[in-house]
Nanobody
Framework: QVQLVESGGGLVQPGGSLRLSCAASGILFSSYAMSWYRQAPGNERELVTTITSAGGKTNYVDSVKGRFTISRDNAKRTVYLQMNSLKPEDTAVYYC??????????WGQGTQVTVSS
């Protein structure tokens, strides 16, 4: 059974930081590209960042460049999202996503991030 379990969300003040984690089981983690998506109320789900299977390449949506960093530890089967200088517009449910060529993609259940004073 495949599971992607996110953790680390919460309430933080503007300018603060959070680190999200996504622990994977049931897949060959090191063969999957991993992404973080987010969805704010009333909005479509948005791709925030992706890291390749070996971790050599990353990309980010413009709105988080320079503030967010994705990383992965294939030995721990975990992907991380370090979020700094958080803004109220970063408030959303953050989802972990796993994909690879010619195989099903998987989603986590999501973790709420709220940026508010």
């Amino acid at each position: 059974q495949v599971q992607l379990v996110e953790s680390g969300g919460g309430l933080v003040q503007p300018g603060g930081s959070l680190r999200l984690s996504c622990a994977a089981s049931g897949i060959l983690f090191s063969s999957y590209a991993m992404s973080w998506y987010r969805q704010a109320p009333g909005n479509e789900r948005e791709l925030v960042t992706t890291i390749t299977s070996a971790g050599g390449k990353t990309n980010y949506v413009d709105s988080v460049k320079g503030r967010f960093t994705i990383s992965r530890d294939n030995a721990k089967r975990t992907v991380y999202l370090q979020m700094n200088s958080l803004k109220p517009e970063d408030t959303a449910v953050y989802y972990c996503h796993a994909r690879r060529y010619n195989a099903p993609a998987y989603w986590g259940q999501g973790t709420q991030v709220t940026v508010s004073s």
